[in-house]
């Protein structure tokens, strides 16, 4: 079983600055690596897969980069609408995908 | 525009049963690979089960192996999660979600989830 870890926990963040998110998986997953947006109430909505390639409608100030165990996903400048969970997501090894238990980013 | 509805979550004792349905458009159903994920309250997601368009390939967590059993119909657009023997730990949102089309492949779409409360 692959362990996705991510940091931090909770990361407090104010409007307009930027955000950076961590993701490390137990063992290499190559670019194999999906983001996650999930706002209270609502499903999870795909942000980037790839590692690196946002998907259909996302805004650009959503970045992915990593390969292998270690992933970020950085923010450039935070709007009111990206406060949420943030999840990694490893699907080298399909289809036993496995998630990171979730990065919460709130309002500084 | 795709669409994925989840339906038929409640309340169930422990040991009993449920079946849970997800009704698709917007897309072709039997193109595409589905798979079932769950969310217990306040905690992150968990992949449950996986079903390929054809059904031809059928794969389980170990968490459910056994007592789950995903399913679908392409004529009615639906997919399916029986769950049997139900226990506290079961207890959570339950979401389909479509696999992308490319290899290998990442949740794509996501219906909004219903809920599956197992206690006496």
């Known amino acids: 079983e692959i362990v996705m870890t991510q940091s931090p926990a909770t990361l407090s963040v104010s409007p307009g600055e930027r955000a950076t998110l961590s993701c490390r998986a137990s063992?290499?997953?190559?670019?194999?690596l999906a983001w996650y947006q999930q706002k209270p109430g609502q499903a999870p909505r795909l942000l980037i897969y790839?590692?690196?390639t946002r998907a259909t409608g996302i805004p650009a100030r959503f970045s992915g980069s990593g390969s292998g165990t270690e992933f970020t996903l950085t923010i450039s400048s935070l709007q009111s609408e990206d406060f949420a969970v943030y999840y990694c997501q490893q699907y080298n090894n399909w289809p036993l995908y496995s998630f990171g238990q979730g990065t919460k980013l709130e309002i500084k | 525009e795709v669409q994925l509805v989840e339906s038929g979550g409640g309340l169930v004792k422990p040991g009993g049963s449920l079946r849970l349905s997800c009704a698709a458009s917007?897309?072709?159903?039997?193109?595409?690979?589905m798979n079932w994920v769950r969310q217990a309250p306040g905690k992150g997601l968990e992949w449950v089960s996986s079903i390929s368009s054809s059904s031809s390939y059928i794969y389980y967590a170990d968490s459910v192996k056994g007592r789950f059993t995903i399913s679908r119909d392409n004529a009615k657009n639906s997919l399916y999660l029986q769950m049997n023997s139900l226990r506290a730990e079961d207890t959570a949102v339950y979401y389909c979600a479509r696999e992308s089309t490319i290899f290998p492949y990442y949740f794509d779409y996501w219906g909004q989830g219903t809920l599956v409360t197992v206690s006496s």
């Open positions: 917007g897309f072709t159903f039997s193109s595409y690979s």
């Open positions: 063992q290499s997953v190559s670019s194999n």
């Open positions: 790839g590692a690196s």
